[in-house]
Each structure stands twice: as structure tokens, then as C-alpha cells.
């Protein structure tokens, strides 16, 4: 997995996932 690129797709995905900004950051 690219840990590296974070797309804003990526990020939409992770809001619609309801995770917090901070669980993604650990999530990398």
C-alpha cells in the first residue's frame, strides 16, 4: 500500500467511513 499518497478521494472515503481525522493518521 502507497502510505504516502493521500488523495482527497481517500479522505472523502475515510469521512463517509465515519472515522475521525485522527484514527486515519494512525490508520497510515
Request: hydrophobic fraction near 35%; charge should be negative.
Amino acid at each position: 500500500m502507497d502510505s504516502k499518497r493521500v488523495d482527497e478521494e481517500d479522505l472523502v472515503m475515510n469521512i463517509l467511513s465515519g472515522l475521525p481525522v485522527e484514527e486515519y493518521d494512525t490508520l497510515k
